[in-house]
C-alpha cells in the first residue's frame, strides 16, 4: 500500500546546494513558510568528491540558473545527524517532515532507504526519502529514470526491501528529469505501474542538461570574448539549466505524470502525489504549478538566489496554500 504524505503549507525547497549544511537546514526548519525539509542528494557512504573548480553555478539574467555540481559532499550519516539534531534541539514536537534525498546504485539506495528507514522508526520521527535518479551532470552515468530499464532494479529492490524490512518503510519517492517527449513518459508509468505501492512521491523536474550559457568579458556592455559563464569537468562548461527558463517544460512534465497517474488501474498508482519543480520563484508560478496537478511545489534556483525569504514571499502574497 502507498505511504500518504504530508506538506502542509505544500511548500518546500528541493534538492540543491543551498540545503548541504546544518545551517542550511535549519533556517529552511525554521521557516513558517515550508511545508517540509529536503536535503541535498547524498552519497550512502562517502560524500561526493567535490571540486569549486568545476563544480559551480551561476545565476542568468533571466532567473534561470546553470550548474555543474554533482552531489553532497556530505553522506546520508551527516543528514541523519543533522536532522536529528535539529528536531532534538527544540523543546517542540517535530513541525514538519524532512526529505532524504539520496542516490547511488540500486544496491546502495535500497541499502540507504533501510537505514533511514530503522533510524526513523528508532527515533519516531518523520520523515521521507527522495531517491534522485535523474541528475544530469555525471559524467558516464545517464540518469536511470530516462528509461523503464534503469528505473526497474531500484522499484524491485524497495519491493523486496518492503517486503522484508522488520520496520515500515519510509515513504519512498524518485525525482525525474524534464521528460521532452512522451516515450520517456510511457517508460516511467510504466515501471512504477509494475510496482503499484511503492512510491509515495514523484518530484518533477530536476535540471535540463547539456545546457550552456556564455558570458562577455565585460558583461555591462557585450564586449570582449566569450566564454562559457562556469566551468565543469568536461571543460566545456555544460551543465544543468534551471529555472524560469525550464519552467514550462517542467509544468507539462507534471500535468502529463498527473494525467498519467490518475488513469492507472491500479489504486496505489493514483495515490502518488506529484511535488511540482521548475522556475517557480513567486505566486504566479505557485500558482501555476497547483494548477499543473502538483500536490506541493519545490522551489531551487529563485530559493539560491533570494534565500528562505523567497517561502514567505510566495506563501504571504496572499495564496492560499492549503
Not at 546544518?22 to 529552511?28: E, G, K, M, R, V
Request: hydrophobic letters at 35%.
Amino acid at each position: 500500500m502507498t505511504s500518504r504524505i504530508t506538506i502542509s503549507p505544500p511548500l518546500l525547497n528541493t534538492s540543491t546546494p543551498w540545503a548541504t549544511t546544518l545551517s542550511d537546514l535549519q533556517a529552511i526548519y525554521d521557516n513558517q513558510s515550508t511545508g517540509a525539509v529536503t536535503t541535498r542528494t547524498s552519497f550512502p557512504v562517502t560524500g561526493f568528491q567535490d571540486d569549486p573548480s568545476i563544480h559551480q553555478h551561476a545565476f542568468l539574467p533571466n532567473a534561470s540558473s546553470l550548474n555543474t555540481y554533482g552531489y553532497s559532499p556530505h553522506p546520508l550519516s551527516y543528514y541523519l545527524t543533522s536532522i536529528e539534531s535539529i528536531i532534538t534541539s527544540s523543546d517542540l514536537p517535530q513541525s514538519k517532515p524532512f526529505i532524504i534525498s539520496i542516490t547511488g546504485t540500486s544496491a546502495e539506495v535500497i541499502s540507504s532507504i533501510s537505514t533511514v528507514s530503522k533510524w526513523a522508526h528508532e527515533k519516531r520521527f518523520k520523515v521521507y526519502a527522495e531517491i534522485n535518479l535523474s541528475c544530469p551532470n555525471i559524467p558516464n552515468k545517464p540518469p536511470p529514470a530516462y528509461s523503464s530499464a534503469g528505473l526497474k532494479p531500484y522499484l524491485q529492490g524497495l519491493s523486496d526491501l518492503q517486503q522484508s524490512l522488520d520496520v515500515t518503510m519510509v515513504a519512498v519517492g524518485i525525482k525525474t528529469p524534464p521528460y521532452t517527449y512522451q516515450n520517456q513518459f510511457d517508460e516511467l508509468i510504466s515501471a512504477v505501474e509494475e510496482f503499484p505501492g511503492i512510491l509515495s512521491f514523484i518530484t518533477a523536474t530536476n535540471t535540463l542538461g547539456n545546457s550552456l550559457y556564455y558570458e562577455f568579458d565585460l558583461p555591462t556592455t557585450n564586449e570582449g570574448e566569450l566564454t562559457p559563464i562556469i566551468a565543469s569537468a568536461s571543460g566545456t562548461g555544460v551543465g544543468g539549466l534551471a529555472g524560469e527558463s525550464i519552467h514550462p517544460l517542467s509544468l507539462g512534465n507534471v500535468f502529463t505524470i498527473r494525467n498519467m497517474l490518475d488513469k492507472s488501474t491500479h489504486e496505489d498508482v493514483r495515490d502518488i502525489i506529484v511535488i511540482g519543480a521548475g522556475g517557480v520563484g513567486d505566486q504566479a508560478g505557485y500558482k501555476r504549478m497547483r494548477k499543473a496537478g502538483a500536490a506541493a511545489v519545490g522551489v531551487g534556483t529563485a530559493f539560491g538566489r533570494e534565500g528562505v525569504e523567497v517561502f514567505g514571499k510566495i506563501h504571504g502574497a496572499g495564496a492560499e496554500l492549503i
